[in-house]
Every structure is written in structure tokens, then in C-alpha cells.
């Protein structure tokens, strides 16, 4: 197509000028910035035009990435409308991605500014041939980067299937120069780094003991001195990693393959798989198990001090009927310095049974089942929505980690991400992924409200002390902490019950009969139920 020429003007052409070079070699062999500039530098003056502002440049930036420093004030200096002419040395320096050329082009267009490329095609106009052009000329530009990332893609598979890990060591390893190279799959190796290597290995050992945590080998580590980038300390989700990454026994994951590789294995396969079953236990079980578990903890207060009370067991002889052990409840003040508190021990069957009849006070009114019923069928349906609904909202981050992880890998075969840079954001997308992945466990080992517990429910407000009788310890501390928020003990006997705040609504509409006391009901948002709601 033959190309349009720019009509004269009487104004002198007001002109900004960018220059871009993608690597450190362009800089030194190829068309370097300063020729660029020499080359621009002739075509304003060949316009007759003036420069208002000094070469907007980006030094080792890729075309294919508009997050440029330069390129982003050339944009910003052109908004203010006072640009009529943008010179570059070729259409592909300002981008070499179709749609972000096309961007770039309407922006341009916008603030009337007209792109004037030394070399290579250009179109001008706005009529359907030139837009079509454009088009060209984008997807002509964005075609070199492809056909390197491919070519890029296509050494570093066959890399790997040498045996030869195509990426950034992990820790613990580096890569270096093969002086004695075998062939062109093998120029860079990976071999096993001595200052940081006896440490991993230390750290999986010690992991395998069951003694230790991630976070205490990563302090581990830390003290050794093992750093990760720029010297800052390892993160928790890059030494969980480690311990699960199958490259220390001899194998390689990359990019959706996996092979055996030819570095020297690390960890021995045992310890190992002791390792990976340790991970997988732990995952199983996220909620710290208590060695001994009261039922009152945490709700029982002495009322002379106002302490919470503690439990524990007394060991001797002749506590025969605990099988040498006795339970006793005590104010968590007794004894210490300062507070003067004289509260007496009392035996945990004692005090439990007393909570017990502060149960046995509770009763409800017809109306009042009846509304527990009809809300506790919201709960039901409304907890089913709301995990169905976390899960998928975790599903679809999980599945946008995964596309950036894709997108990470094409820009770094693309030449676009340092090795480094590759390395850091992995990093922090395997931290992602961990997270999302835990979080999915969390929500699967969710137990939402099922008919068994609708009737648990309805069988609690039916007949209170008999449901609490028959509930194991966790229903039976769920209950109390349903019921009450303090139990006050002095000398030995309840004195007290504080019940939770809303309680006054109950009482307000007369729907407990509790001997002087009244019960509190919930539903779901936390606001009291709607008794005339059919």
C-alpha cells in the first residue's frame, strides 16, 4: 500500500520522540537508543519541527509489556494536548503486542498526534484500509516475540527432557557455566551449592523427626544464615516448598512435564517420603489438640477477683475412683502475688453438676419451638449457599493464580522475566496457591447444619436438659456458650450467671419460662428471631 503523505503545515510541528532497546546486547550490537536518537534528531530537523521534551527512553524493556517507565511518560506527556508529532525509529519500538499498539494508536489519535516511524510500515487516516493496516502492522510486530518465546519454549523442553533443569535452581542449589559442555542442552548446569546444601539437608532431617515445624526449620535456616533474595529472611510458604519439591531426591517438575534429571540427588528418598506424610498429616489437622479437656474452661469466674478459672489434675492414691487422678477446678488468681484471692478448690464433678442444674432451669414456650424451627430451615439453606459460594469464589482465584502462573512462564521464555524475577514471583504464586489450596480444606472439612442437626436443635429447645445430657463435650460447651457468657463461683458454689446481652429480648416477649431467668436465641445474622414470620 502505497503510504499517504503528511500535508504541510504553517506551525511548526511540536514533536516528543521515544526510544526503546528490549536487551543488553541490542544496547552494545544492535540499534542502540543513541542511534535511534541520532536518527530521530535528523528527521525533526528535516520536519523543520522542535523537540518539547528530552527522548522519552526505555533501556532492556520488552515491546511485548506497556508497564514501561518510559513509555508511560511519553503517554503522559502527550495527554496534555499540546503534541502534534510522536518520531520512534520503527512501529515495533512502541509495542510488540496487537492489542497494545492498537491501544496506543487510539490514545494517539485521541490527542490528534501523528506517529511518524523511520522504518517498517505505517498507515495513516482514519478509513477502514488504514485501520486495517494498523492492524497488519501490529500483528506483524507481535509476531517476532512469539516465534522467540516458541523457539524459547521448545529449547527449554528439550533441555529438559536431557535431563537438564531449564529454570532457576532451588535452594540449596545454583546454576553455573559448564566449562566442559556435552552439547548445547548442557552449556548451563545445576550443581549442588556447599554453603547452603548440608542445611537443607539438616532441615529435612529434622523435620522427619516430628519434632519440628516448617516455622522452626525456617528459623533454622534463618540462624544458619540461608537468606533468601535481596538477604531478606525465607518465607514460611518457600521452606514449605522445599520440603515438598521432588527435586532433591533426583526428579524435576517444570512447566507441566516431569523426568528424571541428571543433578545429584539431595535428600535421601526415605527421609523423604517421611517428610511428605508428615506434610500430609498436618494438613489433615489444623486444630491444635488440647492434652486434657474441660468442659467449663473459659466461661467459669471466680467472683472475688474476677479471674477466669483454670482446671487441672491432682495425681495420688488415693483418688481410687479416678484411677489415681482427681479434677479440680480452681480460680486462675489463687496464689499469685498481689491478688489476695482465697477462692477454694472445687472438684470438677461438683462444679459441672452445678452447671447442670443452671441448665435444668431453662424451658421454652411452644411459640418459641416453633420459631426456632422455621429459623434454624434458613440457617440450613442459607449455610449450604454460602460454602457453595466459597468454594467456587476459591476455585476461580485458584484458577487465576494458575493462568498468571502460565503467563509467568511465557514471558519469562519470551525473554521478558529475568531469571530472578521469575523466581520471586513463583515464589509468591506457590504461596497463593498454598493458601487457596488450604483454604478449599478448610471449607470441605466444613460441617453445615444437616437434618441431623436440625433436629438436634429442635430436640435441645423440646426438652434442654435432656439434649444437654446426652451431648457430647463439644455440643455441651457449645451449649453453654450459647446460654451463658459468665458463671461466678465463690466458695465453692455458683453465685452467679451472666447471660449473653440479648437475653432481654426473650424476656421483653415472654417466650422462656425460666424460673427468674431467661434465654437468649440467635439466628444466623446475629439478630433475634421473628417470632411472627410464618
Avoid at 515495533?92 to 517498517?120: P, V
Wanted: proline share 3%; glycine share 6%.
Amino acid at each position: 500500500m502505497q503510504q499517504l503523505q503528511i500535508e504541510p503545515s504553517t506551525e511548526t510541528p511540536r514533536i516528543v520522540a521515544y526510544c526503546r532497546v528490549s536487551t543488553n546486547n541490542q544496547k552494545e550490537d544492535g540499534l542502540s537508543t543513541e542511534t535511534q536518537k541520532t536518527m530521530i534528531m535528523e528527521k525533526v530537523r528535516e520536519m523543520g519541527g522542535k523537540l518539547v521534551e528530552t527522548f522519552f527512553v526505555d533501556d532492556g524493556k520488552s515491546g511485548t509489556n506497556m508497564n514501561r517507565p518510559g513509555l508511560t511518560a511519553l503517554l503522559a506527556r502527550c495527554s496534555k494536548g499540546d503534541v502534534t508529532h510522536l518520531v520512534i525509529q520503527d512501529t515495533s519500538r512502541i509495542s510488540r503486542d496487537t492489542k497494545d499498539y492498537l491501544t496506543i494508536k487510539a490514545i494517539l489519535g485521541k490527542y490528534k498526534i501523528q506517529l511518524i516511524a523511520l522504518s517498517g510500515m505505517q498507515s495513516f487516516g482514519e478509513d477502514p484500509y488504514s485501520q486495517f493496516l494498523d492492524e497488519i502492522i501490529a500483528s506483524v510486530n507481535a509476531l517476532h516475540p512469539r516465534i522467540s518465546g516458541f523457539k524459547a519454549r521448545q529449547t527449554c523442553i528439550e533441555k529438559f527432557k536431557a535431563g537438564f533443569y531449564p529454570s532457576e535452581a532451588p535452594l540449596g542449589y545454583k546454576n553455573i557455566e559448564n566449562k566442559n559442555p556435552t552439547g548445547c542442552y548442557d552449556k548451563r548446569v545445576i550443581i549442588i551449592d556447599p554453603d547452603i546444601a548440608p542445611f537443607v539437608i539438616d532441615a529435612f532431617k529434622m523435620y522427619a523427626t516430628r519434632l519440628h515445624s516448617v516455622f522452626s526449620v525456617r528459623q533454622f535456616l534463618h540462624q544458619k544464615g540461608v537468606r533468601g533474595r535481596f538477604g531478606r529472611p525465607l518465607q514460611f510458604s518457600v521452606v514449605h516448598n522445599m520440603l515438598r519439591n521432588r527435586f532433591y531426591i533426583g526428579k524435576m517438575h517444570w512447566g507441566g512435564l516431569t523426568g528424571d534429571g541428571k543433578h545429584t540427588p539431595l535428600i535421601d528418598t526415605r527421609i523423604f517420603n517421611i517428610v511428605q506424610n508428615i506434610l500430609s498429616e498436618k494438613g489433615n489437622y489444623g486444630i491444635r489438640q488440647r492434652k486434657h479437656d474441660f468442659l467449663l474452661r473459659g466461661i467459669v469466674f471466680c467472683n472475688s477477683c474476677h479471674r477466669r478459672y483454670v482446671a487441672e489434675y491432682h495425681y495420688a492414691d488415693k483418688y481410687k475412683s479416678g484411677h489415681g487422678r482427681l479434677g479440680m477446678y480452681r480460680c486462675g488468681g489463687l496464689g499469685k502475688r498481689g491478688t489476695g484471692c482465697k477462692a477454694k478448690y472445687i472438684t470438677v464433678e461438683n462444679l459441672e453438676e452445678q452447671v447442670r442444674q443452671e441448665v435444668k432451669k431453662l424451658e421454652f414456650k411452644p411459640e418459641f419451638i416453633e420459631a426456632v424451627k422455621r429459623n434454624v430451615l434458613k440457617v440450613y439453606q442459607s449455610s449450604i449457599e454460602k460454602v457453595k459460594l466459597a468454594k467456587k469464589a476459591a476455585f476461580n482465584r485458584r484458577d487465576a493464580v494458575e493462568i498468571k502462573r502460565d503467563k509467568l512462564e511465557e514471558e519469562m521464555l519470551n525473554g521478558n522475566v529475568t531469571g530472578d524475577a521469575f523466581k520471586r514471583i513463583s515464589q509468591k504464586l506457590d504461596a497463593e496457591l498454598l493458601d487457596i489450596q488450604k483454604e478449599i480444606g478448610e471449607i470441605d472439612r466444613i460441617r453445615t447444619i444437616d437434618v441431623n442437626i436440625v433436629d438436634e436443635v429442635i430436640a435441645l429447645t423440646q426438652n434442654i436438659v435432656k439434649a444437654y445430657d446426652e451431648a457430647d463435650i463439644e455440643k455441651k460447651r457449645a451449649y453453654l456458650s450459647f446460654f451463658f457468657k459468665e458463671i461466678r463461683v465463690e466458695d465453692k458454689k455458683i453465685v452467679d450467671v451472666v447471660y449473653k446481652p440479648v437475653i432481654s429480648v426473650l424476656k421483653q416477649t415472654n417466650m422462656v419460662i425460666l424460673s427468674t431467668l431467661l434465654l437468649p436465641r440467635l439466628d444466623s445474622n446475629q439478630e433475634p428471631f421473628d417470632y411472627t414470620d410464618p
